[in-house]
Nanobody, 125 residues
Framework: QVQLVESGGGLVQAGGSLRLSCAASGRTFSMYAMGWFRQAPGKEREFVAAVRWSASSTYYADAVKGRFTISRDNAKNTVYLQMNSLKPEDTAVYYC??????????????????WGKGTLVTVSS
């Protein structure tokens, strides 16, 4: 089992920045690929970014490419999402997720094994 707790959400003006953190506990953090997903009101949960267990590969949704950066610190059992140039359409609840090492596809919600409870990001225009 892996427990995930997100933090860092809040209200920010368009063009601003936020950094989300996800602290993991439980089974060995480095065994898991980590990802961020988001869900806006009335919409389905969607992929934002993911990083493999070794941090050798990162993946981004087209909507955030060039603005968001995912990183992980295995020594601290933490994954981060740096969000720059935020837009009102980035407003959503952001969820941290973990996928077992053997997972191939980690860019869909169905590919993840564990989820945090989410943190709300609101971007005002």
């Amino acid at each position: 089992q892996v427990q995930l707790v997100e933090s860092g959400g809040g209200l920010v003006q368009a063009g601003g920045s936020l950094r989300l953190s996800c602290a993991a506990s439980g089974r060995t953090f480095s065994m898991y690929a980590m990802g961020w997903f988001r869900q806006a009101p009335g919409k389905e949960r969607e992929f934002v970014a993911a990083v493999r267990w070794s941090a050798s590969s990162t993946y981004y949704a087209d909507a955030v490419k060039g603005r968001f950066t995912i990183s992980r610190d295995n020594a601290k059992n933490t994954v981060y999402l740096q969000m720059n140039s935020l837009k009102p359409e980035d407003t959503a609840v952001y969820y941290c997720a973990a996928a077992a090492k053997f997972r191939v596809v980690i860019t869909t919600p169905g590919g993840m094994d564990y989820w945090g409870k989410g943190t709300l990001v609101t971007v005002s225009s």
